[in-house]
């Protein structure tokens, strides 16, 4: 007897291994597309650089000099952010070299694999090959996908490993150890992102109480014990046994932060949902209603469990005071599967109808519509469009640029203009040398520390020189006016430093408290230190003249 007559899984994986193969092509081409269109208008920002670059070239350049040990503090130091993606990195540019671009392809390659993940969720929970292709379309024709997969950020690695993670969980009961290979998926998604890997762990949670209530699995104890394995032991190492309470502090801060700022309005993110996860609201809309009609199959135990992802990765954060725009990344994977399935719910049922099929394609046509003007009508309503002329003309500038893809659109870094930030870097290589100690007073999140060990370090920095230097505080305050520092803080501060830079004005923003930082360098000149300029640059500003800044080196 034909083995694919009797088992249906195996017959639907020869069947769709062709479609699989291409979706596979069709991401890594898109992940092509996004390197060779990356544009590179600004560099990194604080984010980017103190917690994905610089972890990452500590735990490379200290494997390459032999530094056992200060691989292990690069790895364990990243507490508040996970080291899982900084350790990929760090492997990727052990081939490619070290540098903003190198780690900027690695971004993109995220994105090509967030839609090839989708596209594997769709064809898991709509048994469709072609289907699934629609998933695939909208992570491809997000501009917010391509902004930050394109980025430093880890939300897009997350979606991504979030996506294998959900498709392990959908055919783990159709392979050999399944569920052990879904937990490992797990594991690996937490450890990128710890915040959105509990969500997660929420939703899976949801599905497989499910899937014990209402299928009444006889096997559910074994399930479960090979899908926690990987996690368990992972978590049990991190922590527990590895600087187990640091880390554990670290999460616990890291959940509790952010509730001080004023809830963020329900508009502003329908507009960073309808103007930039989207292309415009029709399509959001569309994907929403197609994702209402999957509830069609929920007694589909493969769409529960999607479902039950989805609002674990949606509702917390639209509840959640604190929100970005790059919060909305992750939420795109379940609607993007869930599209596939309520496109084929009514060709499915047998209560389909005519005037339902042309309400779809109703919906459809509206994609074709020309013009902006569902867009600039949610700007308006969210009170996002500006009744004054020439801030609305910036508004408008903005959510144009938003909907970029490919070589238009902007990246999402907090970073300085790309040539600033160049003349910056060189200026510091060039005075630094290969091994001198520099600090900072009033250092700005557009130019922060990584910044500059990563600058030296790929202008000819000696790597332990880069160790030593990386791994230390190298302003007095960094986000602060430096209160409580005294005569003496500030003495024991300067005696650790070779060179110390300031820039005047010391604020690079509206920011009193930063500029204020100016009086430890008028104490360090009163008590002999030298002062010599080094650079002059701009810093752009939105509707208003460019700042010009100058660099300058204190001296002993």
Partial sequence: MDNSTTDPAEALRRRTALPRLAALLAGAL?????????????????????????????????????EWGAFGDAFLDCSQYPPGWPLVLSLWQSVCGISESSARALGCLSLGMLAFGVYL???????????????????????????????????????????????????????????????????????????????????????????????????????????TAVPLVAGLLWFVLLRGAEHREALLGFLGGNRDFSPTPAGVRSVHAGLF???????????????????RRIADVRVQA????????????????????????PQILGPAALAGVGLLAPARSSAASPARRAWLAGLALLLCIPGDFDRLALARSAGMLSAEPRIAEYQRGIYARWKQLGIGRELPTNGLERASHAAIAEALAREAGPDLRVGWIGMASQFPPAALHLARLERGMDPAAFLRESDRKLDLDYFGGGEGVDAARLAEFAQGFDRICFTRPHAWRNDPARESMGRFVDELRASGWKEREVLRFEIERPLAPALPVQLWILEP
Wanted: proline content about 4%; glycine content about 6%; charged content about 15%.
């Fill in 30 to 66: 898109l992940a092509l597309i996004a390197f060779l269109t990356l544009p590179d208008t600004r560099a990194h920002g604080w984010d980017e650089a103190m917690h994905l670059e610089l972890p990452a070239a500590r735990m490379l350049v200290a494997l390459q000099q032999g």
């Fill in 121 to 227: 969720v769709g064809l898991a929970a709509a048994r469709s090959a072609l289907v699934a292709w629609l998933g695939f379309a909208i992570v491809a024709l997000s501009p917010l996908c391509w902004a930050y997969g394109s980025s430093l950020f880890l939300e897009g690695p997350f979606a991504a490993a979030a996506a294998f993670t959900l498709h392990a969980w959908l055919v783990r009961e159709e392979r050999a150890h399944g569920a052990l290979c879904a937990g490992a998926w797990f594991t690996c998604a937490f450890f990128i992102k710890f915040n959105y890997g509990l969500m997660l762990l929420a939703g899976l949670g949801g599905a497989w109480l499910l899937e014990v209530l209402l299928r009444r699995r006889r096997e559910a104890l074994r399930d479960l014990f090979q899908l």
């Fill in 277 to 295: 996860l989207f292309l415009s609201p029709r399509e959001l809309l569309l994907v929403l209603v197609l994702a209402l009609l999957s509830l």
């Fill in 306 to 329: 999607v479902w039950c992802v989805t609002l674990a990765l949606s509702l917390p954060a639209w509840l959640h005071p604190f929100h970005l725009d790059r919060f909305l990344v």
